[in-house]
């Protein structure tokens, strides 16, 4: 998250080195990109939606004006690679955050940690009285008779 | 613990999950410039 607000933050300095009209149209939309995660996305994402899956994607507008840009001078040819450099830090850290919303920790891990809850609790209640109703199903096995 | 465990299993779901407090820090910078 913070990866991505700075690789934002660079790109948005990198961009300031661009000729008009460039310069203004790009700044423009990668504050509207900023704005729309803050007010929109998040919320989205909060409740486990891709974003980007429900409505248009501002990232690839960004990245077609940049592609319409020819530099002019070998300046603006090294502005524009590093800003190209950034907007795929940019990206990169963009994309880990989508799948950390959509992605979790496999279900067998969870099926392990809720089985390891249940031994521990059998073993707890086990411990903390021979008189309480869960305590030791394992005597219980014991004092059943057997066929 | 459980409890635990799924809250930092997906840290951008729910209400305290993780803020955009640090893209707001970079608007805020933007919208001064």
């Not at chain 1, 002019?72 to 800003?83: L, S, Y």
């Not at chain 2, 729910?14 to 410039?33: C, F, K, N, T, W």
Request: hydrophobic share 40%; glycine share 8%.
């Amino acid at each position: 998250m913070v990866a991505e607000a700075a690789a934002l933050a660079a790109l948005y300095r990198d961009i300031s080195g661009y000729p008009e009209p460039y310069r203004a149209n790009l700044k423009a939309l990668v504050r509207e990109y900023v704005r729309w995660t803050i007010e929109e996305a998040w919320a989205k994402q909060r409740q486990g939606i891709m974003p980007e899956l429900d409505g248009p994607n501002p990232v690839a507008g960004i990245y077609g004006r940049m592609a319409q840009f020819e530099p002019g001078t070998p300046g603006q040819g090294a502005i524009h690679q590093t800003a190209l450099k950034q907007f795929d830090s940019f990206i990169e850290t963009r994309r880990t955050r989508l799948y950390r919303v959509s992605s979790g920790m496999p279900h067998v891990m969870w099926y392990t940690v809720a089985l390891g809850a249940l031994i521990n609790m059998i073993f707890f209640g086990c411990s903390i009285s021979e008189s309480a109703p869960i305590s030791c199903w394992a005597d219980s096995f014991r004092s059943s008779p057997r066929p | 613990m459980i409890y635990v465990i799924a809250i930092f299993d997906t840290p951008f779901r729910g209400e305290i999950g993780v803020s955009p407090e640090a893209l707001q820090m970079v608007y805020r910078q933007m919208q001064q410039d």
